[in-house]
Each structure stands twice: as C-alpha cells, then as structure tokens.
C-alpha cells in the first residue's frame, strides 16, 4: 500500500480533533475523580439495596 492511498484518514480526523480540542464555555465541568466516586457510590448503594431487598 502506498502513502497516497491512505491521504483521507488524517484529513477526515482533523475536523474531530479541532471539535474535542475546542473549549465550549457553557460546558459543565466535571472532575474525573468525581465521576469514578460516583460511580463506585452508585455501585454500593445498588448492592446494598439487593441486601435489604432478599
């Protein structure tokens, strides 16, 4: 496979890199220790409701 066929991959993910770099003002925030503690409090809480449920 030659380098000219593979020229549209770069320039087809050029437009997402720009769109995911981009800082949107209006976006919330959120710290991904944040979510992961979420998460395992999530994860508890169904446990325990399994618990109390049997």
Do not use: C, H, W
């Not at 769109?19 to 919330?28: G, L, V």
């Amino acid at each position: 496979m030659s380098s000219g066929q593979n020229s549209g991959g770069l320039m087809s993910s050029a437009g997402l890199v720009r769109y995911f770099d981009a800082e949107d003002r209006n976006a919330i925030r959120v710290d991904p220790k944040t979510v992961v503690a979420f998460g395992v409090l999530f994860g508890v809480l169904v446990i325990v409701l399994n618990l109390v449920a049997i």
